[in-house]
């Protein structure tokens, strides 16, 4: 299932049992509970020519620099909750490009449940977990191109973590799963000299209160 808005969401009963957030970037500006910065040159503008409204952050710099969009100090995120997440996000390019941290990230022990790529490593998507004791990794499989995906990461338990592409389970994870807050983050990096981007149409989060 989705966890974009549906009429289960906006019942009672739901209210009761589950948080729910989303940001589907309509209107003219991005939202007051972002942090959006890094370590060069680059910008997180709404987009309004794309239907339904998109946020693109872009990265303008040297090799190995980028730029985020992240929940500021909101580290609300925590294992024992049963988080959820969902993003649809479209590549400018498969070419000289990383995405990172997309998903949860915890400036605590570097804690993280996100898909990352980098095109020095190889040209597919990976799913990576981590606490303090290391992390694990998975590859996916799935190349890297330019077309929208929709990227999906479930805690069924406190110790066990599934990550979709698609609606496709990509990776089951059961060890070094993160235990300290966390907050939702994406960040876009250039791997030459030039300007990258990426696009994110939307991004849901939900957990049990």
Same mark, same amino acid.
């Given at each position: ?22 940001? #589907? /970037? *309509? $209107? ?6 972002? %942090? ?8 997180? =503008? ?53 995405? #990172? /941290? *997309? $998903? ?6 570097? %804690? ?8 020095? =490593? ?88």
């Amino acid at each position: 299932m989705s966890y974009v808005k549906s009429h289960e969401d906006f019942s009672i009963n739901s209210w009761r049992n589950q948080l729910l957030w989303w940001d #589907d /970037f *309509l $209107g003219d500006r991005v939202q007051d509970e972002y %942090s959006i910065g890094g370590d060069a040159g680059g910008s997180g =503008v709404v987009v309004d020519g794309e239907t339904g409204g998109v946020i693109r952050i872009t990265c303008d710099g040297d090799d190995g620099d980028d730029y985020q969009i992240f929940w500021g100090n909101y580290t609300t995120i925590i294992n024992t909750k049963l988080p959820k997440f969902e993003a649809r996000v479209k590549l400018e390019t498969a070419s000289n490009i990383s995405v #990172d /941290f *997309l $998903g949860f990230y915890g400036t605590l022990n570097s %804690s993280r449940a996100m898909f990352w790529c980098n095109t020095d =490593v190889d040209a597919n998507w990976h799913f990576q977990t981590r606490d303090a004791a290391g992390q694990t990794n998975t590859d996916t499989g799935i190349a890297l191109d330019t077309s929208y995906h929709i990227f999906r990461i479930s805690f069924i338990s406190s110790t066990q973590v599934l990550a979709y592409i698609d609606g496709t389970e990509e990776a089951d994870h059961s060890t070094n799963i993160p235990t300290d807050h966390m907050f939702i983050d994406l960040k876009i990096g250039t791997e030459e000299n030039a300007t990258k981007y990426v696009d994110m149409d939307y991004w849901v989060v939900a957990q049990d209160i």
